[in-house]
């Protein structure tokens, strides 16, 4: 069962009609004590808006410490999508507030001086991977092309402080990370649930992680 | 490489699809739900969904319409019509929408924009601008409601002060070009473009590939959005929802 964690953020009914249409059980998970009882073996965490609110928004939710028990603990896979990925780092500039630090790393805004003149913030619409770590055969990546397009939108992105973790980088004024791996622990700047076919594809693969 | 966005948009009015002239003489063209259906098939770069009536009638944002058009959706869904407050912008959000287009209240109330930035995120909040030349003066001026109300909003003051602030992306509709299909308002985004330092939109006009392609030669990272043009097909305007194929878009894309 995959269970996506609804905090308030995110497109919650989205990933419920991809997992649905794979005929994948799937549930949203609302409160600690079904995210305790639930049996999860794959948790999504979605995410948008601004760092602050989304971590405000998650402690609100009561499930940060089960999450945190079922995630570092019993190391069951988790994918962060979005702000989703960027709260699984330490620290933002975007913001203030800590972040889940379940790995190493910082948000940063993307370099404005790198842009050209016609490329605006937020970087928005449908961008490649550029470069997949060429060392890792990591089974979410399967069934995709080389460069895959997916749909953007987002100014900030997570910098992991191990370069061992970055699964794929993409390019927007410079090459930044768009999705990052330690262990257990996924994250994805992009939105698969808004990616036709790559993002099917991508969210089948974890779920057969 | 980051690549323009081609977006239809698309018109609502009683629950069912529209498609206007200068923003008048509208023919019903079929179900939303049917038209997501088939633009998910296409694989579409986004969608833009405007309730008309919303605003002119005065009525709350029709929740489970949209929120049965966020779960048909396969790709990003701009919604917009009839949000007055942080409260119906952020219910529709949780809807599984991802951008909120605002219009007669950016206008009318123009810091909701900056809460609304500020707790969601600018990448979610648009506003759309409905822009019409004057017939003596010649100068572009800003329209809500349908076209029918005039605002006396200078419309380059009103793209710099939106941007400030902290709005994601700008839609700018030309209400002479509504539904036209003879080309965009050139010189409409030629006063724009260097003004507009955020992701921008152009909506009204286009009529066939080509003037998409003209749009991103000229400009690039742009959203070139229509109307018509993917929603009729001929000269008596029959009914055909369609979108360029990939070999089309390859081409389109190329600058």
Known sequence: MIGIIDYGLGNISAFLNIYKRLNTPCQTVQTPQELEKLNLTKIILPGVGAFDHAMTSLQKSGMREVLDNLVLEKKIPVLGICVGMQILAESSEEGVLPGLGWIKGQVEKIDKIKLKSHEPLPHMGWNQFNKINQFSENLILKNLDLDPYFYFLHSYYFEPADSQHILATAHYGHDFCCMVNAENIYGIQCHPEKSHQNGITLLKNFWEL | ?255
């Open chain 2, 1 to 255: 490489m980051l690549r323009p966005r081609i977006i239809p948009c698309l018109l609502i009015r009683n629950k069912g699809l529209v498609k206007t002239v200068k923003f008048k003489d509208e023919k019903y063209v079929g179900d939303p739900i049917n038209a997501v259906k088939i633009f998910n098939e296409k694989e579409v770069d986004e969608l833009i969904v405007l309730d008309i009536d919303a605003t002119v009638n005065n009525k709350e944002p029709d929740y489970q319409m949209i929120k049965n058009l966020s779960a048909e959706c396969r790709m990003p869904l701009c919604y917009g019509g009839g949000i007055k407050t942080i409260e119906q912008a952020k219910k529709i959000l949780s809807l599984g929408v991802e951008k909120i287009a605002f219009s007669s209240a950016a206008l009318e109330n123009p810091n909701l924009l900056k809460e609304l930035s500020e707790q969601v995120g600018s990448q979610s909040v648009v506003v759309v601008l409905d822009v019409k030349k004057a017939f003596l003066s010649r100068r572009y001026e800003i329209f809500t409601h349908n076209g029918r109300k005039k605002s006396e909003l200078n419309l380059l003051e009103s793209l710099k002060k939106f941007q400030e602030l902290g709005i994601g992306e700008l839609v700018i509709n030309s209400i002479d070009h509504d539904g036209a299909m003879t080309g965009y308002d050139w010189s409409l985004i030629e006063q724009v473009y260097p003004e507009v330092h955020i992701p921008l939109t152009i909506l009204g006009g286009a009529g066939s590939l080509e003037d998409i392609k003209k749009l991103i030669q000229n400009y690039k990272i742009i959203g070139a959005a229509a109307g018509s043009f993917f929603v009729f097909k001929g000269k008596y305007r029959a009914v055909l929802i369609s979108y360029p194929n990939p070999s089309e878009k390859r081409n389109l894309l190329e600058f």
